[in-house]
């Protein structure tokens, strides 16, 4: 599978998993629905950005510290917004996943992923 691809539906199942996470935490018990939701489209746009710099860059060491940098950085902007009934930031509940699904998603996408312009030059 293309690289994109990969790291797009690896992001969709991780963001569903991500998402679910926040069951743990009582006070998001309420908004459990639209969490998992905006945790699976951000992690579906992780994957994408992911996907294509593992397209132009061959080392999978890069994709993966990539995929943990995209994954804190959008987990930052969500934990970035106080919950607006208690006030309080879930930082560590946020990121923590974020950044784990990132380095899954770089990994996996690095690992398993095929490029568009290898598998043209291998055919040559």
Known sequence: M????????????????????????PDA???LGSIVLWSALKDVTAGFLIGVFAVWVRSKLAVVLFGVVVGLGFAFLVAMNPDPDTGKHYYLSIMLPG??????????????????RRDVTASA
């Open 2 to 25: 293309k690289k994109i691809l990969v790291a797009m539906l690896l992001g969709a199942v991780l963001g569903l998993v991500d998402g679910t996470s926040a069951w743990f935490e």
């Open 29 to 31: 018990r309420p908004k």
């Open 99 to 116: 950044g784990l699904v990132g380095l899954l998603v770089g990994y996996f996408t690095a690992r398993y992923g095929r490029s568009a």
